[in-house]
């Protein structure tokens, strides 16, 4: 009884959370605090792959979007802040443009979702060790396998990095100080 | 309460909502934030309203007569995607700070009007 | 059930935080105003914003990081299951890790890993 | 043998469908017993740092509150109570109150998941060392947001510094734990201390298991901030770092959060390579295993957590703080080769079964 | 002090035992904070070696009475040791170093260039005739400089003085900060001047009664 | 005429305006007056980008206390007791100065055993001094340890002051017309046996800190002066000796004993932290020497060769002499009109010159750097600002 | 180098100086104009090379209106000194700055005219090296006065 | 540089940027130069090794302390009061020398009331003397102010003084560090002796509290503010009597020098 009225509760204070961080993520004036709420979001998200029985995606989400990005994001905002933004006030046309194209999405999906392929589908079953099954599933060079996604995913990273590191360094390299410690 | 809750408990449907909603609201950032990193911050919701929906779908609707559900295709998507989105973000963080260092200005309305 | 408690306890850590907090404004003196509140800079006042701008260079481990970071969420069901693949799960990881290696070189080459 | 493991929250489990009351009452006494747990080992390991580093120091420490000085952590804790908080004016007072919390939420969210001994682990999770980095990671934004939202520049440097050192040493940090997962092929920590049966893997995996050891534990070091990696608040340099503008209750918060990842590290160090609870175990020796088995699990643990921690303290107290692209360039350009290529040379070492005591 | 305490005496008072429990709180606050005095990395000169250096070290060991603590920020830090000259230049630093500490405060003059301007009192155009003149001291430990032992007698005294007191129901009453804060363009002699009316008006000490307390107090000292 | 008076805030804005807002990330922050590795009330404000020291603006006279004018108010006897508050760490050499400037210009008669003993307590307090500069420079680079032991060192030598001086710190000991008192009995057995005990703790320090691969990272290369630079900036004492400049004046210009003792100048070759260092470490070693040579050749004599409370008066007129103290040299200026109080009294102080090279030192390294170089040329504010 | 022959030689370069009686070091009065040219040749003279400037500093001769400003020399290579004096109008305090000959005297210098109002013409920096700015008087002038100074007592 | 500069054309103070460098700067004997041959001796591998062990080296010296407790050197200071000994010649506390019948030896010569450096003696004579010709009614020593440079006592022609070892004064008031030395107002020991009767010797003493020195402190302060006014005034008088008599002089002299343009002097 408790026992399943527990992720239930769970999912509706999960959802409630997210939706006002998110609402507050795209509103908040002062950035980093917007970034805190990102933050906030992420991590409720993980709750929620936890809710999905995905322990495995939760860790990831964490260390990756909670642990790796939004620490990016805070360093990039005390990177990039100027006085000017940080109240960061959008135009009334940009307000109504935003809100008519995100409001007749969700409608859009909301028709759809109501579609009769998705209404009354349960849970299918799971493997008992999801961390082993997507080890299987990335390392599988079979048909159904993801090694070559997997190759490219390297591909990828290496490149955001080359990438990242081209980019962010081409104006610090402009004004580069004389090397003082050899 | 506790009966409430069981009579309650989230479909496929209710998911589908929260993540749309999430979307949607990450949409309006996007659309509305001046600060460049708010963009990109508006555009990891949407990012992660998708990759939750992955998930979800490889929950509810994955065919299970053939087995499927016990190959995780959604999740591995999911990781997929959040490998993207770091990438991304590595990237765009990258041009907002370099664009930072040389304009010293990251809203994007005004990075329009700087373009030459 | 595990991450029941995860739940609980990250409740539990704001509340005694903000517990504490609020204990602390009930006990303990509280006299705001004046010097007490402004900012701290070796006794003396600051000079301009204290809000100051960093170095590009401190962006560059923190996009680093966040490529490992990734690398890291991929290694991570590679070791669990490196048995049962052998040879073949090395070689496809060793592939993964070179290039990340090769990325590492060229910010070591570049010089990215100076400290600013 | 095998221990017969089975964690709190497998037992709450088994209580929740029958009664939600007796649940609740054991979800609320799992609550008293983790703060009673971690008050205590906070007090005692700030007492501790302090009696150790005075008799480093030729000097006595603590004598007069109490015997031998027992009670000053008590009164110290007390009079940080009683102190006044104060929030600079030009601070960002949400986020100054929302640093420690992260902080404070990182540690203890780790210390449910540590195995102390078979029965003593509040939640054994399938992803345990997953978790234990994911969840770690919250420390780091705190120390970002409490420097950043003082409104200090020599937080704010503090807080650059401490960002960029915990991050790049994750890195270092989780090659050296994938080391571990390769070999026992399990990310759930229980499983991990269980496959240390035949032997710890800091020796049974041949050198690898030394290197990531030393990884681990440098890399460690480097993540909670103490010397001689302790640039986020080094004294003679930025005043006090990312806390500089913090008082009372609040610094407290971070001061605790601080000694107690400590134990946090050397209880992750003791799991993953010396075997957590599990006694010395050598290969199949039953008349020298069962000897080991004698001494209890849960003190198999304290006594190489404590080993660990004192380790940890004598660094600190011998030597030097290093300067800051010195450390940068330590883990870049050291530390993360070296535990790439032990990585790899870890995985040859388990696809060809080349380990002692293999299964 | 906080919301409770200030009301609590009067709730708890009127109580069968209420007194008593009062009591025991105070003593109980008193103890923590005279056993954990942790002083502010502050040395201006010659005092300072031997005040925080001397005192720290191995011979003395400041650690016995939990005050090795040095803590460089003044937020942290409860104890504020005036170690050495403070001229004229030093003094609105001092003094916001003095508002910047969270209360409870404390501080300690050691040294008769503290104290009075000690070598420097005559013909000097920038000394500071003690350090009271800018903020309120509350024990005097002279020398000069002092030996660490005296120090430590220094530090027994404002324990002594913290145990005495009674902070829940005359929170405050040790003394009053001389002024709230140093507002712009306040003046040395503004400060002398408040200093003056407030040694004037309640921190008149009897004379014979504190000369006698001095007298005998180092019999007392072994009760410590 | 172009003589143009600027203030400080004109000197920090100015600077900041200079450099155009839009291409760099340089911000100014003040280290100090109240900060742990200042060593006192030193302001620096400090020019940085990232953690780059770009350029450091010392800020002096927060202990500024006017002690040359109060030297023209007082007699001769009076203002040796004032030097003891200026380079406190070596209040001896300090009162050597000025005994010196005045027994010079006033053609007072001293004899061996009052040098000897000058010479003695002036190289015990060298050890003094230096022995508290490795423990706090130990605790400036992080390492908390050597501090202690430093002290615990020290402690002993203060014990031989205490017998024989009376006072740990500000001695007022070395006064015109000899030494104050007498040594004590038990001086020549307890300076023995510091000399026995510091020897076995000399392997030690080195142990825990010379040989230290972090320490030595730490140092070398480091706030980099080269000898010509050095002679130019006017640096002195170990910091021009760490240069490679072998300016001792226990050598070139012998005073008390030191020209019938052997001992060697340690000398550096490249001016960095290290050497600077590695100087003082030597030096310890080489007043060991000294000590060694004379504690059991103290001639006989009297210690006082006039009457305490005699007036002194110097012959009007342009009077100098110098010492090396522990940080370089010490030099007082007297000039006197003839009567019993002199007319104007300055001293040159080895910490001032020794600071206005860290301007030299510190630009272009970090923060980390500016610490090191700041504790390795070991000042002390008072005797700066005096 | 013996501090006649020392005299002789700095007399040959700058024949107006003489020599400054009462001085137990070698001390010659020179003109003011003439004093960045004299220093940078007793520094570049390969038989003198002052390096060092050893200390400067002024003396207030009230009685006289004047200020003497003194400039210790050393030679580190060759140990000699030299005492160079100038004296100023004490009304009128300029004298060109050494700094470029020696950059200790920039130091040095503010301090003297912190303490005496000595203006040093060209001088890269002159501000207040002790005390603060808005400072009123020149304490080390025999003249100063100061409400806050205390007298000593007889 | 502007045209009026007094100072001679550029050219004849060209100033070399760097300075020639000195041929030989070692210009006394017996020094050593700074290479430090278990260091300096470098190689990549045993570069590394020698730097673990360095670390080693540095931790065996820490844990050897450690394991030491003997080598603990701490003095635990409230607790050693008793066995606390402190040098004969410890300066911490002024002090007269009575003599065994508790007289003392003081004649008023102010000699150290001369010799302190900054008034911290401070002698007053009784004003109604009982016996002879001048009697000490108080010996005021301003502990708050002494810098404990011991010239009073070793000034001191009779041995009045001493130097003694008791450092535990710390007060809550600062007026309480005025201490009156003389156990008594009254003659010195030799001028006492002569009187037979014991009777008249009590008359002749009287009692004195050690902690009276503050009024005598406060009196003084009052007296050097009214002295200063007093001064200040007459400074001022000469002060304008100067400027008048400068003005007087610059308006005989025909061509008034003008005075260099400053900016901002002071």
Known sequence: MLASAIPTLVFYLLAAISLTLAWSVVTGRRILRAAVSLMGVLAASAGLYLLLDSPFLAGVQVLVYVGGIVVLLVFAVMLTRTTELLEDHPTRGRQIIGGAVATGFFLLSYNMMTADAFVGRTLSPLPKNDVAAIGRALLDTGENGYALPFEVVSLLLLAAMIGGIVIARKPAAAAKPEAFHG | ?116 | ?116 | MSWPVKTIAERTGDLLPGSPWTASVYVLLTILAVTAFMTVTGLVLIYAERKIAAHFQCRLGPMRVGWHGVLQTIADALKLLLKEDIVPRDADALLHILAPVLSFAGMLLVMIALPMSPSLQVADMNIGVLYVTAVSGLGVLGILLGGWSSNNKWSLLGAMRAGAQIISYEVSATLALLVVVLFSGTLQLSGIVQSQEAGWWIWRAHGCGIVAFAIFLIAGTAEINRTPFDLAEGESELTAGFHTEYSGLRFSFFFLSEFLNMFVLAAMTSTLFLGGWMPLHIGHFAVFNGVMDIIPPGLWFTLKTTAMIFLIMWFRWTFPRLRVDQLMRLEWKILLPIGFVNLFVSAACVVTGCYFFAR | ?224 | ?386 | ?154 | ?266
């Open chain 7, 1 to 154: 180098m013996e501090a006649p022959n020392l005299i002789a030689a700095v007399q040959a370069l700058q024949p107006d100086a003489t020599v400054r009686a009462q001085s137990d070091r070698p001390t010659l009065i020179v003109p003011a104009h003439a004093l960045v040219a004299l220093a940078t040749r007793l520094r570049d003279d390969p038989a003198l090379r002052f390096d060092l400037l050893e200390t400067h500093t002024a003396v207030d001769w009230l009685d006289e209106d004047r200020l003497e400003l003194l400039y210790l020399l050393t030679s580190v290579p060759l140990g000699h000194h030299l005492t160079l004096s100038v004296s100023v109008d004490r009304d009128a305090p300029v004298v060109p700055t050494l700094c470029k000959v020696y950059p200790i005297a920039e130091w040095l210098e503010r301090e003297a005219y912190d303490m005496f109002g000595i203006l040093y013409d060209d001088h890269p920096d002159l501000r207040r090296l002790f005390l603060e700015d808005d400072w009123v008087g020149f304490p080390l002038r025999k003249d100063y006065e100061d409400d806050f100074m205390l007298e000593r007592p007889e």
């Open chain 5, 1 to 224: 002090m906080g919301v409770i305490t200030d009301n609590l005496p009067g709730v708890l008072e009127p109580l069968p035992g209420g007194s008593v429990l009062v009591t025991a709180v105070d003593q109980l606050i008193n103890w923590s904070r005279s056993n954990s005095l942790w002083p502010l990395t502050f040395g201006t000169s010659c005092c300072a070696i031997e005040m925080m250096m001397a005192t720290g070290a191995a011979r003395h060991d400041m650690a016995r009475f939990g005050a090795e603590v040095a803590r460089p920020s003044p937020r942290q830090a409860d104890l504020l040791v005036i170690a050495g000259t403070i001229v004229k230049r030093m003094a609105p630093r001092l003094r916001t170093l003095y508002e910047q500490m969270a209360e409870p405060r404390y501080v300690m003059a050691t040294g008769s260039c503290a104290i009075c301007g000690g070598p420097f009192m005559y013909h000097s155009y920038t000394t500071i005739r003690g350090a009271d003149e800018i903020i309120p001291v509350d024990v005097y430990v002279p020398g000069c400089p002092p030996r660490p032992e005296a120090f430590f007698y220094g530090l027994l005294t404002l324990q002594k003085m913290i145990r005495e007191g009674e902070s829940i129901r005359h929170p405050g009453e040790r003394r009053r900060p001389v002024l709230a804060a140093l507002p712009e363009g306040m003046t040395l002699d503004d400060i002398r001047k408040e200093m003056q009316d407030l040694l004037s008006h309640d921190a008149n000490v009897n004379m014979t009664e504190a000369a006698a307390e001095g007298a005998h107090y180092s019999a007392e000292l072994k009760d410590f």
């Open chain 3, 1 to 116: 059930m595990d991450f029941f408690y995860v739940l609980i306890f990250l409740g539990f850590s704001a509340v005694m935080v903000l517990g504490g907090l609020g204990l602390s404004r009930l006990v303990a003196p509280h006299h705001p105003g004046g010097a007490k509140n402004d900012t701290y800079e070796c006794g003396e006042k600051t000079i301009g914003t204290s809000w100051i701008q960093f170095n590009v260079g401190f962006y560059l481990f923190g996009l680093m990081f966040l490529v490992f970071d990734v690398e890291a969420a991929f290694l991570y069901p590679w070791a669990v299951v490196l048995r049962e693949f052998g040879t073949t799960g090395l070689i496809e990881a060793g592939v993964f890790g070179a290039m990340l290696m090769v990325g590492l070189l060229y910010a070591w080459r570049k010089g990215a890993l100076e400290w600013v």
């Open chain 8, 1 to 266: 540089m502007p045209a009026d500069s007094v100072l001679p054309p550029a050219e004849s103070v060209a100033t070399p940027e760097v300075l020639p460098p000195p041929e030989k700067h070692v210009g006394v004997g017996g020094a050593i130069h700074g290479a430090v041959p278990w260091i300096d001796k470098s190689g990549a591998v045993g570069g590394v090794f020698r730097a673990i062990r360095s670390l080693f080296g540095g931790m065996k010296i820490t844990g050897g302390y450690l394991m030491r407790p003997s080598t603990v050197v701490t003095q635990q200071y409230p607790e050693n009061r008793e066995t606390l000994k402190l040098p004969d010649r410890f300066r911490a506390q002024l002090a007269f020398n009575h003599d065994d019948n508790g007289y003392h030896k003081c004649t008023l010569c102010r000699i150290c009331e001369e010799a302190c450096p900054n008034v911290s003696i401070i002698i007053t004579g009784r004003e109604k003397p009982a016996v002879s010709k001048k009697e000490l009614d108080s010996f005021v020593w301003r502990l708050d102010s002494c810098t404990f440079c011991n010239t009073c006592v070793i000034v001191c022609p009779f041995n009045v003084l001493r130097f003694d070892g008791t450092f535990e004064s710390s007060v809550y008031d600062r007026r309480l560090l005025s201490y009156t030395l003389n156990q008594y107002a009254g003659p010195v020991a030799s001028v006492l002796e002569k009187l037979e009767d014991p009777e008249a010797r009590k008359a002749a003493m009287e009692a004195r509290d050690p902690y009276s020195g503050a009024a005598i402190i406060a009196a003084l302060v009052e007296k050097q503010k009214a002295t200063k006014i007093a001064e200040r005034a007459a400074r001022e008088a000469a002060k304008a009597a100067r400027v008048a008599a400068k003005a007087a002089a610059a308006a005989a002299a025909a061509q008034p020098e003008a005075p260099p343009e400053a900016e901002n002097v002071g």
């Open chain 6, 1 to 386: 005429m172009s003589v143009h008076v600027s203030t400080l805030q004109a000197r920090i804005s100015g600077e900041s305006t200079a450099s155009s807002p839009l291409s760099t990330e340089e911000y100014f922050v003040n280290m100090g007056p109240q900060h742990p590795s200042t060593h006192g009330v030193l302001r620096l404000v400090l020019r940085l980008d990232g953690e780059t020291v770009r350029e450091v603006v010392p800020v002096l006279g927060y202990i500024h206390r006017g002690i040359e004018k109060m030297g023209e108010h007082g007699n001769y006897r009076q203002f040796v007791h004032l030097v003891d508050r200026m380079d406190y760490l070596s209040a001896l050499a300090n009162n050597w100065a000025v005994t010196m400037v005045v027994e010079k210009a006033a053609k007072m008669e001293t004899n061996d055993r009052i040098q000897a003993i000058r010479t003695l307590v002036c190289e015990l307090q060298r050890i003094q001094s230096h022995q508290l500069w490795w423990g706090v420079f130990g605790m400036d680079l992080g390492a908390f340890t050597p501090f202690f032991y430093g002290l615990r060192d020290r402690e002993q030598i203060c014990d031989i002051f205490e017998k024989t001086i009376g006072a740990r710190l500000t001695m007022n000991y070395i006064q015109p017309g000899g030494v104050m008192y007498d040594i004590h009995p038990d001086f020549v057995k307890d300076v023995k046996a510091f000399l026995t005990y510091f020897k076995s703790k000399m392997p030690e320090y080195d142990a825990l800190m010379t040989e230290n691969v972090i320490i030595q990272e730490r140092l070398r290369g480091i706030g980099k002066l080269s000898a010509e630079r050095a002679i130019a900036l006017g640096a002195t004492g170990p910091v021009l000796r760490a240069s490679g400049v072998a300016h001792d004046l226990r050598k070139s210009e012998p005073y008390g004993l030191y020209s019938q003792v052997d001992f060697d100048v340690p000398v550096g070759t490249t001016g960095d932290c290290w050497d600077r260092y590695w100087v003082r470490m030597e030096e310890m070693r080489q007043s060991v020497r000294i000590v060694e040579q004379l504690i059991d050749n103290i001639p006989e004599g009297k210690t006082f060769l006039v009457k305490p409370a005699a007036k002194i008066k110097v012959p009007a007129g342009v009077h100098y002499s110098h010492v090396e103290t522990a940080r370089g040299v010490l030099g007082v200026l007297l000039v006197s009109n003839g009567k019993d109080a002199p007319y104007r009294i300055h001293c040159r102080t080895p910490n001032f010159n020794n600071l206005w090279c860290i301007g030299e030192m510190a630009t272009g390294g970090r923060i980390g750097d500016l610490v090191a170089t700041l504790s390795s040329i070991d000042i002390v504010v008072p005797d700066i600002d005096r």
């Open chain 2, 1 to 116: 309460m506790a009966d409430f809750l069981t009579a309650h408990a989230p479909t496929l449907t209710h998911w589908l909502v929260l993540t749309s909603a999430l979307f949607s609201i990450g949409l309006y950032g996007m659309l509305t934030r001046r600060n460049a990193v708010g963009v990109l911050m508006s555009l990891e919701l949407c990012l992660n309203a998708a990759a939750v929906n992955f998930v979800l779908f490889n929950r509810y609707l994955a065919p299970t007569a053939q087995g499927g559900a016990e190959r995780l295709d959604g999740a591995v998507m999911t990781i997929f995607v959040i490998a993207v989105a770091a990438a991304e973000v590595v990237v765009g963080m990258a041009i907002f700070v370099a664009m930072y260092a040389e304009r010293r200005t990251v809203d994007v309305t005004r990075l329009d009007a700087l373009k030459d």
